[in-house]
């Protein structure tokens, strides 16, 4: 099918350059295992889990099949005031593969409804238990925490700051930074360790600014994922967790790219080893086959929540979405967890982490404009030096050849980043990381 078999003028592309699209469409009509299928009939590799989301790969007939089943079983009912057996036994599965005491599931549809949820649950949680004046709250620059307005005022990318900067919530500020481009420009599997304490302002200049007894929440992604994959300095999260306990501030993960495997574990909190008060989810949680996202929050938040003098009808929190917990997408949800223990694919993403790390920087090291490569579970980053007056341009038109060449990476500002579903083979990786370096040498 060619591209002009179809209209393409009613849609409105997210996130896209549109005008640019237009002149060369990229068009997808079939996928398997790792591979897309465009409107040409030419084959692309899949080099970004399509947006972190599709772990176990394309067109899984266990997730598939359990779909259909639940389509024919029940399509859809109410989350409010009534719900499904497979919200339920979803919830249960998410609970018991997150750490320590977080055992409580709020579903909603994405990251960016999963970040509000948090952001929201923070300001009821301190209100129940007596402390409605915290209500500011902290995030991080270069933080992503999807585009809600919550999420883009704790959110730390300026170009999805700036043309809604009127409207955004006014109680909010930003840490420091983690990456250190002079110390920690290449590293390869490990945790970068800092020359520098980056918590300090966060204890000397922010909290005393808002009083910590006002502080409701801080929000970080425990790996800045669509900033460009910058890895926090060894100890940062534990001490970050430390800093919250003092002050009583609850500590959210967002977890939407790193939860669910891609760190070779279940969540980023596992491999940091630090427990938060809530983690968000979304992405591979379903595979990226149907939308789901969720909030895993501490028995203490649920537990503070019910105690309350309100006669028994009066809902405790009001907060939820019409979808949330759909039983066709908790049906995904489960069949794709299954399928990620059956094949103990998130060994398999820690393994073959190894595997991309040492390809990027054998490869990629002492290339043209290559100004720092990071590589920490299985997903990477080559950083480029930006063209004057131009940030982002190299890495776009690196996008674009690669993908006309059959590989799909992703474009982060001057970052170029590879983060492969988990059934991803060293044939693979090597077709990836050789026609992304065929291409930085082209632009050089």
Known sequence: ?????????????PFTPNRSFMKNPRVFVAADGMEFTTHDGSKVIDGISSLWCVGAGHNRKPINEAIKKQLDTLDYSTAFQASNDRAFQAAEMIAAMAPGDLNKVLFCNSGSEAADTSLKLALAYHRARGEGHRTVFIGREKGYHGVGFGGMSVGGIPANRKA??????PRVDHMRFIHDPVNNAYINGVEPVSQEDMLLELENRILPLHDPSNVAAIIVEPVAGSAGWYLPPQGYLKRLREIC????????FDEVITGFGRMGTNFGADF???????LNFAKCVTNGVIPMGGVICRDKLYDTMMKTDAPPHVIEFFHGYTYSGHPVACAAAIATLELFQQDKLFARAGEMGKVLGNAFHSTFKGMPNVIGIRSLGLAAAVELAPIAGSPGKRAYDIFIDCFNNGALVRPAGDVLVIAPPYIVEKSHIDKLVNTLADSIRKHA
Not at 164 to 169: G, N, Q, R, V, Y
């Open 164 to 169: 809604f900067s009127s409207a955004l919530l």
């Open 1 to 13: 099918m060619a591209y002009n078999d179809f209209n393409m003028d009613s849609q409105w592309l």
């Open 245 to 252: 306990d003092k002050h009583g501030i609850l500590l959210i």
């Open 272 to 278: 940091y080893g630090v427990v938060p008060d809530m």
